[in-house]
């Protein structure tokens, strides 16, 4: 990470204020995907918060561990050979810079699509001049974490109450599934945090277009989650944990009974954060509608009629903060 000058502050948003962490530590719904109760504590959570922790994964930790030192190896090269792997088409590895549309982070990160036949030539470099370099740790993680939210979206079926319980899963089992994997570095930020007295912003204010993200980072906290209220909370690390959070995509497939949340990460003053994750798409040809065993006698659809590709194209000419589904809305939110 280069040295920070001054004027860099301008690009950064400070933060104000945030409940403290220890009080929200059990507010924060958490499922035991081993709990036969499962499917209904994740419906639960997802009317509630449209966020919850997930224990008894089944992810081995040693694909964990062995992805998050790979991750750091990548992290720690110099800039210049990191810079090979960039800029982000939206592929491929980026600084500072998210999205194409202006918005700015105190990170850095590789974006991959999961489906290697989609990798940008950039991408495909990372894994071609570094044969060491970790696309079997990704491979075997990225594996792992998919079953694991395939089993999710299939217990929220159930819970929900759909006879088909696979209707939602096979769009990210799909070998057309837009999916993509995300690692995230942010790193410590004390010059910058001596000179406002506040945080940094990592990743700012967003909800995610897809349908469902799986969330793993290493023990340094950050991620913040909205609630309702529209207060902030923050997350409490847990390096062995998933978070999962709803997407657009399905808040739209549920109706608005599941809503998308509005996350974002602060950097810490001292410790590294790494962050994996994985956010499961559905094809883009997909019309992403609400299912309809979801839609009541008499209810009507909440959204207009769009592809995941119609929706995708719109979210990357928006910026990071934007209400994205605002658009899709029949009747325009205020
Ligand atoms: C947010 C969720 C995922 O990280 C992501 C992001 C994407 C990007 O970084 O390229 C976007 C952002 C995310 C939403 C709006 C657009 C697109 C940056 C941006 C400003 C990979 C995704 O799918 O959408």
Redesign the pocket.
């Known amino acids: 990470m280069v040295v920070v000058s001054q004027p860099a502050l301008d690009h950064f948003s400070p933060i104000k204020s945030c409940r403290p962490t220890s009080s929200l530590f059990n507010g924060i719904p958490m499922v035991d995907l081993s709990h036969p109760e499962a499917s209904s504590s994740i419906v639960k959570a997802c009317e509630d918060f449209g966020f919850f922790k997930v224990v008894n994964h089944g992810v081995p930790m040693e694909f964990i561990t062995r992805l998050e030192s790979e991750a750091l190896n990548f992290f720690n090269l110099p800039q210049s050979e990191k810079d090979r792997a960039g800029p982000?088409d939206?592929f491929g590895y980026g600084s500072k810079r998210?999205?194409p549309?202006g918005?700015v982070g105190w990170i850095e990160y590789l974006?991959l699509n999961t489906n290697p036949d989609v990798f940008s030539e950039k991408s495909r470099f990372i894994f071609r001049e570094n044969p060491q370099f970790f696309w079997s740790a990704v491979e075997n993680y990225v594996a792992a974490v998919k079953k694991m939210a395939f089993e999710i979206v299939e217990l929220m079926a159930e819970g929900l109450g759909i006879e088909d319980r696979k209707v939602m899963s096979k769009l990210l089992r799909d070998e057309k599934s837009d999916s993509?994997f995300?690692m995230n570095h942010y790193p410590p930020c004390p010059e910058l945090q001596a000179l406002s007295g506040r945080n940094l912003i990592g990743f700012g204010e967003?909800t995610?277009?897809?349908i469902i993200s799986v969330l793993r980072s290493n023990n340094t906290s950050g991620l913040q989650i909205c609630l309702r209220d529209g207060t902030w909370v923050s997350v409490p690390s847990d390096h062995s944990s998933f978070f999962i959070n709803v997407g657009d995509s399905l808040q739209v497939m549920t109706n608005g009974r599941f809503k998308s949340l509005k996350h974002r990460v602060l950097a810490d003053p001292r410790k590294s954060r790494i962050s994996m994750?994985y956010?499961g798409g559905p094809p883009l040809s997909e019309k992403i509608a609400p299912l309809p065993c979801l839609v009541a006698k008499g209810e009507e659809s909440l959204y207009k009629e769009f592809t995941w590709w119609e929706y995708k194209k719109s979210?990357?000419k928006?910026?990071?903060a934007d209400n994205?589904l605002g658009l899709f809305e029949k009747t325009p939110s205020q």
Do not use: K, T, V
């Open positions: 982000p939206p998210i999205g549309n918005d974006l993509c995300r967003h995610d277009p897809q994750i956010f979210a990357y928006s910026r990071l994205r």
